[in-house]
């Protein structure tokens, strides 16, 4: 199997699958009960919590577990929203962020907030001068993505960091996601004020997730309960999740490290080679994330050719999951501006530390053929 | 061209006369240990400045640690050229423009070599000068730069350094002896420790532990508090005290009111005798002047009269507003308001005297022999060291 939709989903580490088991069964105990066994659970908890905290370089009750990067953006714009709507009703976003950020939004829009989004270059990039016209006195957060899900295209967040800090009342949220062990991103004291991440695209277990909330931001918690998370995000703790997502992001962040060159290395080849395949275009610009490449076909249905290589067992995919169900269209090139030709045939290839020259080569050969033989039957 | 080094300066320090050789090592130290993750990173010392030589480490995180050591009044990002007038003039347009939200600036240069060719204030006006000539949309301002560029012509090099960012003052811990903290679960003792080490003292810890009454979690609590003072020193030992029998014994034998005071009086003992063993020549607490009944001016008359060691009150005369801000600023206060029961919450008189006289202390304490219980609870006391590095992580050991 040749697996290259890990912007999707990663494999979980085998190392974070035999800590979810064993805390699973040793520490099962509630972190809120009073006794001893509930404190053992606590503790490993706080330390899950302190190691995250260590990774990030915040502090640890900056630290919110939650289930992964639906509910941390859901959490960040809804909490934002309903706790400062009084200060202003004014939002700001882009217009290829994740359905997550997309949909929250348009249901805020529904509750009488206002929303701009921002269009893009055809490189997928904001404009920095159009943040800074779109802010008004009424506006209370800016959610930009820091590396598009289907592009790879990287945000100005640090950029925008600056430009929110000039803003008191004004709050920065990050959608990390597809960022995360990938390219670096410092969180404190750089007017990012929060940050969603997921376990599940760092080879975590699905269901786990991490939002960042710097200190000095308020929530309105979309789950009321039993004051757990800081009151912001109430209900049992996931120990086993919150535990093997700090040992995922522990080893993420160790590969991100040592083996950074390699993504380039392998996105580099993958860039060359899929240059030379006669009707194929790459819709990923230069400066991008090394993770994911987007590229056309144009003519051919890109179900078609998923279909074609998962036969190989070649995993790929279209566009984001959790839109890929959807329409043909994807409605994030055609923010850029590309073709109608483009947008309706756009392939991701999305790689991973583990992704190796060899499975890329095969893939590349087999695409090639694909397209031959399709064309064949098509014209 | 980049910023390579961190210049950092000394506050306080630099009035030490004849003694600063000894403040200024303890610093250097101080920094390398702090920043012992990093070995590249290098701490050199020249006359009257200290240098972190990056090589090629991102330089926030490492601010970020300089910011918790006690003894940098301030420090800098700097740029290290040759004593060479192209150089340094590059090396001050490169501030100028990689500054955010500057309008105007200000050069000011100090020649300390003095065979360097320009004098100081023509250097000021060289440097100006080429500065405006290369950039546009900058003016010069010499009494309220948004920007001052600081340039110093050393012997061995050229510092050119811009944004100044605020360290923590005070004195480099380990220059001013060592005290023993009397650290309970609450918000008060870290916050006096914090501000015990910002005057140069190192400390230890004592916790009195009251199993089965005081849980676990009490103690984590207590070695957390100290795992995070240990970010504005080095390591921290805890002497964690069995108390169980003797504040038995005292809420069982002593008159109501006076059991608290009692209390107290045992602990500075306690303390006293640890101090003894560990060499330690004082003890810090977290009172804080009328704040609660053994915190009385009468009170701490009675119970300060068992000890002979100075004790030392960094929060004397604070307010809890005050002392509350503190404990969140050194991210303590989380920690401390987590709600467990401690050994000062269980034992609590109904209504303990405010006002209790010496003499009456003395008669009732001198119907009980104590002695062996005393001398129980220090040898039995465990001793805990926290490093700040994830401490006790090996008992989770493969799960994180």
Do not use: W
């Amino acid at each position: 199997m040749i697996y290259l939709d890990n912007s999707a989903t990663t494999k979980p580490h085998p190392e974070v699958l035999k800590s979810f088991q064993q805390v699973s069964e040793t520490f099962f105990a509630n972190p809120s009960s009073i006794h001893q066994f509930g404190g053992e659970a606590e503790k490993l908890l706080m330390k899950a919590r302190e190691q995250v905290a260590q990774l990030l370089h915040v502090d640890s009750g900056e630290i919110i577990f939650t289930s992964g990067g639906t509910e941390g953006n859901n959490t960040a714009l809804k909490g934002i929203a309903l706790q400062h709507h009084e200060r202003g009703k004014h939002i700001i976003t882009t217009e290829i962020e994740h359905p997550s950020v997309l949909e929250t939004c348009q249901s805020l829009e529904k509750l009488g907030f206002e929303v701009t989004y921002l269009p893009v270059n055809q490189n997928g990039v904001v404009s920095i001068t159009d943040v800074k016209e779109a802010i008004r006195n009424d506006t209370i957060l800016i959610t930009v993505m820091h590396v598009n899900n289907e592009l790879g295209s990287i945000q100005p967040v640090e950029e925008i960091g600056q430009i929110a800090k000039q803003y008191p009342k004004l709050m920065f949220h990050v959608d990390d996601v597809q960022g995360l062990g990938k390219l670096p991103l410092q969180l404190a004291e750089s007017g990012i004020d929060l940050c969603t991440m997921s376990g599940h695209k760092i080879h975590g277990v699905k269901g786990t997730g991490i939002l960042y909330v710097n200190k000095h931001v308020r929530l309105f918690p979309l789950i009321h309960g039993g004051n757990q998370e800081h009151a912001v995000r109430s209900g049992t703790e996931n120990l086993a999740g919150a535990v093997s997502l700090a040992k995922a992001l522990r080893l993420i962040m160790v590969k991100q490290k040592n083996d950074a060159t390699k993504l380039y290395k392998l996105n580099k080849y993958l860039r060359s080679e899929l240059g030379k395949l006669n009707g194929v275009i790459i819709n990923t610009p230069e400066q991008a994330a090394p993770h994911i490449i987007n590229f056309s076909v144009p003519g051919l249905k890109p179900e078609v050719l998923i279909h074609m290589l998962g036969e190989q067992e070649i995993y790929i995919s279209t566009k984001s999951a959790c839109s890929s169900k959807l329409t043909d269209e994807s409605k994030i090139l055609a923010a850029c501006d590309l073709d109608k030709a483009r947008t309706t045939s756009a392939l991701r290839i999305s790689i991973s530390y583990d992704t190796t020259m060899e499975e890329l080569a095969t893939f590349v050969k087999t695409l090639d053929n694909a397209i031959k033989q399709l064309k064949e039957v098509l014209e | 061209m980049e910023f390579d080094h961190l210049l950092i300066r000394y506050g306080e320090m630099a009035l030490k006369g004849k003694n600063i050789k000894q403040f200024i090592v303890k610093l250097q130290e101080n920094i390398q240990q702090k920043l012992h993750d990093y070995p590249k990173v290098k701490v050199k010392r020249t006359q009257g400045r200290m240098f972190v030589q990056l090589n090629g480490q991102d330089p926030e995180p490492i601010i970020a640690k300089c910011k918790q050591i006690f003894g940098i009044q301030s420090l800098s990002l700097a740029i290290k050229v040759e004593n060479e007038e192209q150089q340094i003039k590059d090396a001050a347009l490169y501030a100028l423009v990689n500054s955010n939200d500057v309008k105007t600036f200000k050069v000011s240069v100090k020649r300390i070599d003095k065979n360097f060719p320009i004098r100081s204030q023509q250097m000021n006006q060289v440097i100006g000068g080429h500065l405006l000539s290369n950039t546009s949309g900058y003016t010069v301002d010499v009494h309220h730069p948004d920007l001052e560029i600081k340039v110093e012509i050393r012997t061995e090099a050229t510092y050119i350094t811009s944004s100044v960012v605020p360290g923590l003052g005070g004195l480099p811990v380990g220059t001013s002896g060592k005290t023993l903290l009397m650290l309970s679960g609450g918000i008060d003792s870290p916050v006096a420790g914090y501000l015990a080490m910002k005057r140069g003292v190192e400390i230890e810890a004592i916790h009195f532990h009251s199993p089965p009454f005081t849980s676990e979690r009490a103690k984590q609590k207590v070695l957390d508090l100290a795992s995070k003072l240990t970010e504005y020193g080095n390591s921290v030992k805890v002497h964690v005290i069995p108390f169980t029998k003797l504040q038995q014994h005292i809420f069982r034998e002593m008159p109501d009111g006076y059991a608290m005071t009692i209390m107290r009086r045992m602990m500075f003992r306690i303390s006293q005798m640890l101090c003894e063993r560990e060499n330690i020549l004082s003890i810090t607490t977290g009172e804080s002047l009328g704040q609660v009944a053994s915190q009385t001016m009468e009170s701490m008359h009675a119970i300060n009269e068992v000890t002979s060691l100075p004790v030392l009150r960094p929060l004397i005369a604070m307010d809890k507003n005050d002392i509350i801000q503190i404990s969140r600023r050194i991210n303590t206060y989380d920690i401390s308001i987590r709600p467990y029961e401690d050994c000062c919450t269980i034992f609590v008189p109904k209504s303990p005297k405010t006002r209790p006289s010496r003499e009456k202390v003395n008669y009732f304490e001198g119907q009980m022999d104590v002695t062996e219980m005393l001398h129980e609870a220090v040898q039995n006391s465990e001793t805990v060291r926290m490093t700040g590095k994830l401490d006790t992580m090996q008992e989770f050991d493969g799960l994180l």
